[in-house]
Structures are given as C-alpha cells and as structure tokens.
Nanobody, 117 residues
Framework: QVQLVESGGDLVQVGGSLRLSCAAS????????MGWYRQAPGKQRELVAT???????NVADSVKGRFTISRDNAKSTVYLQMNSLKPEDTAVYYC???????????WGQGTQVTVSS
C-alpha cells in the first residue's frame, strides 16, 4: 500500500502560479508512474500530467506549455508547477501513484485549486 499526501492548493488570481507537491510513502516500487489528475465540479476526473520514475512525461494538451511535472525520486515526491493559471484550471487536483507491473494504484485525498478572475 502506498500513501499519498498532497499540498500546495490555494486561491490564486488569473495569470498566477502555484506549485503542488505530492509525497509518497509506504511500499513504493522502484519503477512507477506518478501523476496529477483534476476534477472540476460536474465534470469527470481528467489527466493533467504523468511522469515515470525514469523521467518520461505525458502532459495534457490543455495545460501544455503552462504546467510542468517533475519528481524527486530520493524524496518520493512529485511536483506540478502551474503557471499562467486560468479560471478553467479550477478543480480539485489529485495525485496518483501507479505500479504498472502489479497493476495497482493509489490516490491522494486531493487539493483544491481555485483561479479567480
């Protein structure tokens, strides 16, 4: 079992920046995929960005060029740097850990990001 603790969500104005962090603990497999998803009110949860333990990334077109995902394997932590925030970025952001070999995954509790115009 892997536990995830997110932090960094806040209320920010349009054009502002935030940095989300997600620290993983527990039975972390060396080869894993960590990522960020978000869910806005009344909408389905959607992928924002993922990063493998080797550093390969996948970023949604809607945030490409504005959001950057990174990780520190020594700290088992993944980050999401969000710049040029828009009102449509308002959502609860969830961290996800996946062990692709065991086909198991864990979710964090979510952190609220609100972009005010």
């Amino acid at each position: 079992q892997v536990q995830l603790v997110e932090s960094g969500g806040d209320l920010v104005q349009v054009g502002g920046s935030l940095r989300l962090s997600c620290a993983a603990s527990g039975n972390i497999f060396r080869f894993n995929i960590m990522g960020w998803y978000r869910q806005a009110p009344g909408k389905q949860r959607e992928l924002v960005a993922t990063i493998t333990s080797g550093g390969s990334t996948n970023v949604a077109d809607s945030v490409k060029g504005r959001f950057t995902i990174s990780r520190d394997n020594a700290k088992s932590t993944v980050y999401l740097q969000m710049n040029s925030l828009k009102p449509e970025d308002t959502a609860v952001y969830y961290c996800r850990y996946e062990n692709p070999y065991a086909a198991t995954y864990s979710w964090g509790q979510g952190t609220q990001v609100t972009v005010s115009s």
